[in-house]
């Protein structure tokens, strides 16, 4: 009897718990509901990658089709072109890495260098609004800008009499990765460093006036005080680069760059596993090959970021999870 009694008591709490914050408890419900519908749910589809499955089966074929076991999947690792697909994903998310990863830091433990707030907030401002402007107007704006007869900055280096013919930006495979890593960094930088700016808020303002009565440098403070301070959030971020490194990079623009500003002169260069998904799923209609490559994509990555969480927490005592 008491143990119903204590059910019920525990029932009513929750409700009365739930009454009390029902606005954000209804939104917590509607991410979760959300995130099962367009998250979980079609996470039944995997199955397709060890079927023989044909669009002209329709949804249920996903399941009443027969099974092939691996056979995808040997394909994949057996195509021409699987070495270069591996190369120039993991080759154009490790120098977004190496480039596009230090530079929020940087910025942003420049930024809090600027003691005028104005000027702090107007170049912060200025400096993540191309975050919002869609892959598909930055390449617009590339091609415009980088285009070998008539772009802007081929006829600024004409002119100044530093080359004589157009430089191929677009169409050299030789140019893809630099290119892909600028635009990156000009992207998204700016909105990366907002998460280390609000790290540097965080640390103790105590520590800095120690040090200015210990008459430590302006650059001594920076590297035994910020830098230290933000290793936490430096850590995190970097595992989610890592566990990403076969995905989009830091900030999953990969597929973008690749399929817009792809072309068959940089082919060679441009392709990744996303853009050949994309080309052999849809463009093909090969949906079960297409699923086999992005279930690799997908396991590969969720080891890389459990692999690079547990070293950081064995390293750093610093972890995602």
């Known amino acids: 009897m008491s143990?119903?009694?204590?059910?019920?008591?525990?029932?009513?709490?929750?409700?009365?718990?739930?009454?009390?914050?029902?606005?954000?408890?209804?939104?917590?419900?509607?991410g979760i509901i959300?995130?099962?519908?367009?998250?979980?749910?079609?996470?039944?589809?995997?199955?397709?990658?060890?079927?023989?499955?044909?669009?002209?089966?329709?949804?249920?074929?996903?399941?009443?089709?027969?099974?092939?076991?691996l056979k995808h999947f040997k394909a994949f690792v057996n195509d021409i072109n699987f070495w270069t697909i591996i190369r120039n994903t993991v080759a154009?998310?490790?120098l977004k890495l190496i480039f596009a990863f230090p530079m929020p830091i940087i910025f942003a433990v420049m930024l809090n260098e600027i003691k005028q707030n104005k000027i702090k907030r107007c170049i912060q401002t200025i400096s993540y609004l191309p975050h919002f402007?869609?892959?598909?107007?930055?390449?617009?704006?590339?091609?415009?800008?980088?285009?070998?007869?008539?772009?802007?900055?081929?006829?600024?280096?004409i002119a100044l009499g530093l080359i004589k013919d157009g430089i191929p930006f677009l169409t050299s495979a030789g140019h893809f990765w630099p290119l892909a890593v600028v635009l990156d960094v000009w992207k998204d930088m700016g909105w990366w460093t907002i998460i280390f700016l609000a790290a540097i808020t965080g640390i103790d303002p105590s520590l800095y006036e120690a040090a200015d009565i210990d008459g430590a440098s302006r650059f001594s403070k920076i590297l035994?005080?910020?830098i230290p301070g933000i290793r936490g959030t430096i850590a995190v971020v970097l595992i989610l680069a890592l566990g990403n490194l076969f995905g989009g990079g830091l900030s999953g623009s990969n597929f973008e760059q690749s399929y817009l500003l792809g072309n068959a002169m940089n082919l060679e260069k441009s392709q990744i596993i996303q853009t050949y998904i994309f080309k052999v799923g849809l463009s093909n209609g090969r949906y079960a090959y297409a699923t086999a490559i992005g279930l690799i994509q997908s396991v590969i990555s969720l080891i890389l970021i459990f692999g690079s969480n547990l070293v950081s927490k064995k390293v750093s005592d610093t972890s995602l999870f």
């Open 92 to 94: 154009l998310s490790f």
């Open 224 to 226: 035994k005080i910020t």
């Open 3 to 30: 143990g119903t009694v204590s059910r019920n008591h525990k029932s009513s709490g929750v409700w009365r718990t739930f009454r009390k914050q029902k606005i954000p408890q209804t939104f917590a419900i509607l």
């Open 133 to 157: 402007i869609s892959w598909v107007i930055v390449s617009g704006l590339a091609i415009n800008f980088l285009a070998t007869d008539n772009g802007l900055i081929n006829q600024m280096l």
């Open 34 to 69: 959300y995130l099962l519908i367009f998250s979980y749910v079609p996470m039944s589809g995997l199955i397709m990658a060890f079927k023989n499955y044909n669009i002209s089966l329709g949804v249920m074929g996903i399941f009443t089709s027969d099974w092939v076991g």
